[in-house]
């Protein structure tokens, strides 16, 4: 090739290119230019740091319970939590009266959680996390995504529990979000 026709920043050999990973797609027979190497830890989205004393936890979070997919890195938000059980929530002295008789739950459990990353899905994907790509397979719905977020190590095991067992929805909180502590809602305490 003329050396005219060759861009600056092409690269003629990959020997100081170990490592990197292509930022865009490539094309059968395009010049390869070093802007288009980056390092892989430049493709995470957006993050912001986890304060001191914290640690991350993430959860994959369908559109609904995730504010319909508008959360970011950096966004502060309301964790509630809710429970369908088998059997009805017992009736004794050590259950309040509200929740006694009810299958069903809901309750705050943080207020004030800092999100560090969103990893939202494309559209129409698949994930898997075994090779052989059948048994493991996970639909993800438009719009889902990881969220991790910061939390103490006792927070990030209830919010674990929280998912686990039950479903987890986040609010995103502004500057003037009321924080009050309201009791847990069961369908007697609905109305």
Do not use: C
């Not at 912001?48 to 319970?65: H, K, Q, S």
């Not at 509200?98 to 309750?107: A, N, V």
């Not at 929280?162 to 069961?186: C, I, M, N, R, S």
């Amino acid at each position: 090739m003329p050396k005219s026709a060759v861009p600056e920043g092409a690269l003629a050999t990959l020997d100081e290119q170990e490592g990197k990973v292509t930022a865009v797609g490539l094309e059968p027979g395009e010049q390869l230019l070093a802007a288009r190497l980056v390092d892989p830890r430049d493709l995470v989205p957006g993050t912001v740091p986890v304060p001191e004393g914290m640690e991350e936890v993430t959860f994959l979070l369908t559109p609904e319970r995730l504010l319909g997919g508008r959360l970011e890195a950096g966004d502060t938000v309301t964790v509630y939590s809710s429970f369908e059980t088998e059997e009805q929530i017992p009736a004794d002295a050590s259950v309040p009266a509200e929740l006694r008789g009810w299958k069903q739950s809901t309750g705050l459990l943080f207020h004030d959680v800092l999100v560090t990353a969103v990893q939202k899905a494309a559209p129409d994907t698949k994930s898997s996390s075994g090779s052989n790509g059948s048994e493991n397979e996970v639909e993800m719905p438009n719009g889902s995504a990881f969220v991790t977020v910061a939390r103490s190590d006792a927070d990030a095991a209830k919010m674990v529990f929280g998912a686990e067992f039950g479903t987890l929805w986040l609010a995103k909180q502004t500057d003037k979000t009321a924080k009050t502590d309201p009791p847990v809602t069961t369908f007697g305490g609905l109305y």
